[in-house]
Nanobody, 127 residues
Framework: QLQLVESGGGLVQPGGSLRLSCAASGFTLDSYVIGWFRQAPGKEREGVSCISSSGGRTRYADSVKGRFTISRDNAKNTVYLQIDSLKPEDTAVYYC????????????????????WGQGTQVTVSS
């Protein structure tokens, strides 16, 4: 059974950092594009960042550029999201998702492109 499990969320003060992990079980991630998404209370889920299967190409939402870094370790079957300079508006449930596509698209971080989803990890930024 294909499964994605997020971890690393928590409560952090503004300006702090977290590293989220997305671990796969039941399949290997190395042929999948992985995206990170988030959903804040009362808001729609939005794409944050995504990474090609090789890790050579990435995309970021404008709101997180320069603060978030996506990476992957295919040997560990895990994708990471390093989040720095956290702001209260980053508070959300963060999800990772996987999909297989022939081409890494310019608009790769669209929810509708992703087939497999994790259950999410809560990130709360508050003083």
């Amino acid at each position: 059974q294909l499964q994605l499990v997020e971890s690393g969320g928590g409560l952090v003060q503004p300006g702090g950092s977290l590293r989220l992990s997305c671990a796969a079980s039941g399949f290997t991630l190395d042929s999948y594009v992985i995206g990170w998404f988030r959903q804040a209370p009362g808001k729609e889920r939005e794409g944050v960042s995504c990474i090609s299967s090789s890790g050579g190409r990435t995309r970021y939402a404008d709101s997180v550029k320069g603060r978030f870094t996506i990476s992957r370790d295919n040997a560990k079957n895990t994708v990471y999201l390093q989040i720095d300079s956290l702001k209260p508006e980053d508070t959300a449930v963060y999800y990772c998702a996987a999909t297989e596509v022939p081409t890494f698209l310019q608009e790769m971080c669209l929810l509708r492109l992703y087939k497999y989803w994790g259950q999410g990890t809560q990130v709360t930024v508050s003083s």
